[in-house]
């Protein structure tokens, strides 16, 4: 069942900048950001928090306005055709969409009218989400009843109401446990292949990136630093080989022999007892590696064979790694995500 | 214009949605006005003609209803923080039903409130005139609407400020009661504190639902306590519907 068939950018966004004051600092959440995303694609938005991955969706939902710079969304401008950027798109914010105190079906018969479906349309599509969400035994429960996967299932389900010819989700497997998330992660795939729509989610798990989007733009302060699919941001990384030793003296010598094995552009570090190369190839050698030093008489103990992570992707163009940017830039996350203390600065 | 009354109305529905399965919740915002009722009314003086209940039971009335609609903005700052509001702002719902249908519901709760106080009065020294009744609680139904479109401002102005909904509407609603001679008549006080009771619109409507509940009509001071209510209703939602606009 591919509905939305239309082919060209379904996002484009020119110089879109957003800017917050917050306690007379300005905070430049977004700078300059050229985009554009064509339908059918499924993109994921990569970067520590505060890096501007939800400051970027909440314009690109109507949200909040650019402080300069425009962006349109399935042919319309964020701006001036709010209305009909929201007919358009589907959006699973950071909460809950369905609210609280309500059941999790009226929620979604009450979407279903906002977009102007009938009655009875609306009730039919509600079932219809409720079957393919795995919701029926909790729809006609209070949403303040459900557990933290039930209730995301649920905002997933919001969201696609209307068949929306593009979908975001900000952060959408934020607090999930790993098996919700595998879930969630296989939802969200197989309605990409259903139905065609264009989804762009925002992460800060690269697996999440890794195994769900076709294309990643990689985010850091508020700058688009990478844009490509995983594999080939990937591929010119190497992989990554750890070897440990019984003796230093052992370790030295490896290193030396692992250096001569491997061309100019491998990278060989040794750390007492420890090895590590990075290089291209270096899986398909580390067999050869390990004979090799075994007949040297410096036999390997321990052996660790990495593919390169979008995490390193990230340590390779910021000289930071995401997970420890993810924890220091923490209070720059208020600022992003909590624009209720900001005022907006006017364009 | 159409799609305003339909999303009014989508808007309106899912909000009473929570008062039809649990319509003991609108108790809530009578524990208070029922305490005054039980612990004032014992109290009240013999009055030569009429019963003091009879004085007294409308501003109760207006006292559950000010209460009701001042605190239904609390419930917005729960959609606010759990992010069902996000998600109503971005689907095509226009920003003014967002808030207009929020606010015509209050008039539910308040209907319901009436009828248990005047349930529960009317066996004692009440006489239930119901006509006045009826005019009574559609001046009451104006001021909801008003009163419950404040709150909610009040909810989106105090986004991320959660304890600021509370400290206003605290502060603000014993005054506004107080001067209204909800309870005690402000027939022989100070000069300034006339003028504050003049200047409140819930004083003319306290004393419109006194005249019709009595089963009197005297032109000019309901038409006053319509005027009055009329006002605030006015007022609340301009105020409310800019403060939904400006909401993100």
């Excluded at chain 2, 000019?220 to 939602?237: P, R």
Aim: charged share 20%.
């Amino acid at each position: 069942m591919t509905i939305h068939t239309q082919t060209g950018p379904v996002i484009v966004t020119r110089g879109l900048t957003r800017h917050f004051t917050a306690r007379k600092q300005t905070v430049e959440a977004v700078r300059g950001l050229d985009l554009e995303i064509r339908q059918g694609e499924l993109v994921a938005f990569l970067g520590p928090n505060g890096a501007g991955k939800s400051t970027t969706l909440r314009m690109l939902t109507t949200l909040i306005p650019p402080t300069s710079g425009s962006a349109s969304v399935a042919g319309h401008d964020v701006v001036t055709g709010q209305r009909e950027v929201r007919r358009a798109i589907g959006y699973v914010g950071q909460g809950n969409g369905a609210g609280h105190q309500q059941l999790g079906r009226d929620e979604l018969v009450s979407q279903g009218r906002a977009h102007g479906l009938s009655r009875a349309d609306a009730r039919r599509r509600a079932q219809e989400l409720v079957e393919e969400l795995d919701l029926v035994a909790v729809a006609d429960r209070k949403v303040s009843t459900l557990s933290g996967g039930q209730r995301r299932r649920l905002d997933i389900a919001m969201g696609l109401v209307h068949l929306p010819r593009v979908l975001f989700l900000d952060e959408p497997s934020t607090g999930l446990d790993p098996q919700n998330r595998a879930n969630l992660q296989e939802q969200v795939r197989r309605l990409h292949e259903e139905t065609g729509s264009t989804i762009v989610l925002t992460t800060h798990y690269l697996e999440e990136a890794d195994a769900l989007a076709g294309r990643v733009i990689v985010v850091d302060h508020g700058l688009v630093i990478a844009d490509d699919t995983a594999a080939r941001l990937k591929s010119g990384l190497g992989d990554l080989v750890t070897l440990a030793f019984d003796r230093a003296d052992h370790a030295v010598v490896a290193a030396e022999r692992a250096a001569a094995r491997f061309d100019h552009t491998a990278y060989v570090d040794r750390d007492g007892e420890v090895v590590t190369v990075r290089a291209t190839g270096a899986s398909e050698l580390a067999p050869e590696l390990v004979t090799d030093l075994a007949s040297a008489g410096t036999p390997v103990r321990r052996i660790e064979v990495a593919r390169p992570t979008l995490d390193d992707v990230f340590l390779n163009l910021t000289g930071r790694s995401l997970r420890e940017t993810a924890g220091e830039t923490a209070p720059a996350d208020s600022t992003e995500e909590n624009d209720s203390e900001t005022e907006e600065v006017a364009a | 214009m159409s799609t305003i009354v339909t999303d009014t109305v989508n808007v309106m529905s899912r909000e009473l949605k929570p008062v039809w399965r649990e319509p003991a919740s609108v108790l809530f915002a009578m524990v208070q006005p029922l305490v005054f009722l039980g612990l004032f009314a014992p109290l009240l003086p013999e009055v030569p003609h009429g019963s003091a209940l009879q004085w007294f039971v409308p501003g109760i009335v207006a006292m559950t209803c000010l209460m009701g609609a001042s605190f239904t903005g609390a419930a917005l700052t729960d959609e606010m923080l759990t992010g069902s509001h996000e998600r109503l702002l971005v689907s095509p719902l226009s920003r003014s039903s967002l808030l207009v249908g929020r606010a015509l519901k209050e008039v539910v709760p308040m209907l319901m409130q009436t009828a248990i106080i005047l349930v529960v009065v009317t066996p004692f020294s009440f006489d239930l005139h119901l006509d006045g009744v009826l005019v009574g609680v559609a001046i009451l139904a104006l001021f909801s609407v008003g009163i419950g479109s404040l709150s909610f401002a009040l909810a989106l102005v105090s986004a991320g400020q959660e304890w600021l909904f509370w400290t206003v509407q605290q502060t603000l609603i014993f005054p506004f009661l107080l001067l209204a001679g909800m309870l005690l008549p402000l027939e022989g006080a100070p000069g300034w504190l006339q003028f504050a009771s003049d200047l409140n619109p819930l004083t003319y409507i306290v004393e419109a639902e006194r005249a019709l509940f009595a089963g009197t009509w005297p032109a000019g001071t309901v038409l006053a306590g319509l005027a009055a209510a009329a006002i605030v209703a006015a007022l609340g939602v301009s105020v409310g519907v800019r403060a939904m606009q400006r909401s993100s």
